[in-house]
């Protein structure tokens, strides 16, 4: 039995995640479900889209992921399912997908159809586990909806390249738990550009001309540790997802603070790099 994996805006206050599992079991009494997220920002496709990138290449091939987020049906909303790295995605055609796309082509894509032969309430609830016991039970796509030729894709998720190849336009799409800024400019995309060119990142009045390769490179070991005073100390790395982050050494948002409040970095801020 594949594994069905749960990524949602729902939060854990209201009864919506508990029901989904419950009408899963009730399609299919030995599902393995595995919670991604839940606390994706309401409605934040471009969040929502880092995390399914950065997380389903985990789990085994064959796995379903249904993604709850901004999942409310309309005529620019409709349901899809695609077959993508030998992984099915259950979601709304609302550019979720959009960072992994652009890497991998899918294999196969449709709009669902199905729920056009019953009244459904609610998108994720009726509609997605259906088609994901669909699938877990060895169906195929074509049973649930027609073929389609494209899906939407999210243009902000992509940074702009100017012609003359000397600077890349960024933007924040993801701000983690410890308050750590996510750009959307790749570690692939930084060096074929860049060529190992001399560069300069700039996030709002914050300079840098170096990329760490560990957190910790900002730590001078030789000194005593009850005489060092490296938190607070902010870096620019490639995260372990291989996007440019802007951070703050063992960042806190308790104490000594994140990128996110020190720098005042928020959700589609710039982040641009500059080549010498």
Same mark, same amino acid.
């Given at each position: ?6 990524t949602t805006d729902f939060g854990l ?9 419950g009408a899963i079991f009730t399609e ?11 606390? *994706?920002? $309401? @409605?934040?496709?471009? =969040?929502?889209?880092? /995390? &399914? ?8 091939? +064959? ?93 902000? *998720?992509? $940074? @702009?390249?100017?012609? =003359?190849?000397?600077? /890349? &336009? ?8 410890? +308050? ?97």
């Open positions: 039995m594949p594994l069905i994996t749960l206050k209201d009864h919506f995640v508990g029901a989904i599992k299919l009494s030995d599902a393995r479900i595995v919670d991604i997220s839940h606390q *994706i920002t $309401p @409605f934040s496709v471009t =969040e929502a889209a880092y /995390i &399914i990138k950065n997380s389903y290449i985990n789990f085994p091939k +064959g796995s379903i992921h249904v993604i709850g987020v901004d999942a409310e049906l309309s005529l620019e909303n409709k349901p899809i399912a695609i077959l993508l790295d030998e992984h099915f995605f259950i979601c709304c055609d609302n550019g979720i997908l959009s960072l992994i796309t652009s890497e991998i082509r899918p294999e196969k894509m449709i709009e669902i159809t199905i729920q056009n032969t019953y009244e459904n309430r609610y998108t994720t609830l009726d509609i997605f586990v259906k088609v994901a016991g669909h699938l877990a039970r060895g169906g195929t796509l074509e049973v649930v909806g027609k073929k389609i030729d494209s899906i939407k894709e999210i243009t902000e *998720i992509q $940074p @702009f390249i100017y012609s =003359e190849k000397n600077q /890349i &336009i960024g933007s924040v799409i993801y701000i983690d738990n410890f +308050g750590n800024v996510v750009s959307n400019i790749s570690k692939k995309l930084f060096n074929d550009v860049g060529k190992g060119r001399d560069f300069e990142i700039i996030a709002r009045n914050y300079k840098f001309e170096k990329i760490q390769k560990k957190y910790n490179d900002l730590v001078d070991f030789t000194v005593p540790q009850d005489q060092r005073h490296d938190d607070g100390k902010k870096l620019a790395i490639f995260n372990s997802a291989d996007y440019l982050e802007i951070s703050v050494y063992r960042s806190n948002l308790k104490t000594v603070g994140g990128a996110s409040t020190l720098l005042g970095l928020k959700y589609r801020d710039n982040i641009i790099v500059k080549f010498k």
